[in-house]
């Protein structure tokens, strides 16, 4: 699953290549779903119509519900960064899904929550191979990561939740007076 801006940035034409490479090695079962809006959407639909990938592939626009998306990630094995990474890294997580990541972006500080062989894996930037090389690692070793979820969850859930969040300010409230 990939959930955010469909915008060059966020590169989700090099996800959609990488997953295309990677069909013939993977289940009929597998599909992948963008769920977000942008400048790159049309391009996105020219190139699954264009390589008639619509059975696999799904453009399903941008999706604010809570309980949509948790349907969405309850159904994924993996969320997907192909760019730059931003706040979608602790959405995924706190749904308990890890997540592929670009190595070498300019990513936001919410990188800090990636940690490689434990909620996320890396390949490397704009190499094809390597992503579609992780893309098809992640589908074989699918049992031990959908068993990480759990954990996944509640360590977002311990560094990342709001409540987390704002027991370091009320900290700091109290120590400064």
């Given amino acids: 699953i990939y959930v955010g801006r469909l915008t060059s940035l966020k590169k989700p034409g090099l996800l959609l290549e990488a997953f295309h490479k990677a069909l013939p090695q993977l289940d009929y079962s597998v599909n ?3 769920i977000g809006e942008g400048e790159e959407k049309k391009a996105l639909a020219e190139y699954i119509s264009k390589n008639k990938l619509e059975n696999r592939v799904l ?3 941008h999706i604010s519900d809570y309980s949509k998306l948790s349907d969405y990630y ?3 094995l993996f969320s997907v960064s192909p760019g730059y990474l931003g706040l979608s890294v602790t959405q995924s997580f706190g749904f308990g899904v890890p997540m592929l990541v670009s ?3 300019n990513h936001s500080p919410e ?3 990636v940690c490689e062989n434990e909620n996320a894996l890396f ?3 704009d190499n094809l191979e390597s992503f579609k090389n992780k893309i098809i690692d992640i589908y074989n070793n699918k049992e031990a990561w959908i068993n990480k979820r759990q954990n996944v969850c509640d360590s977002c859930k311990e ?3 709001i409540n987390a969040m704002g027991n370091t300010f009320i900290k700091l409230f109290h120590k400064i007076r």
């Fill in 32 to 34: 992948l779903v963008f």
């Fill in 59 to 61: 453009l399903k626009g």
């Fill in 74 to 76: 309850s159904k994924s």
């Fill in 103 to 105: 190595r070498e972006e």
């Fill in 111 to 113: 990188i800090e929550a």
């Fill in 123 to 125: 390949f490397e930037t």
């Fill in 159 to 161: 560094k990342y939740s």
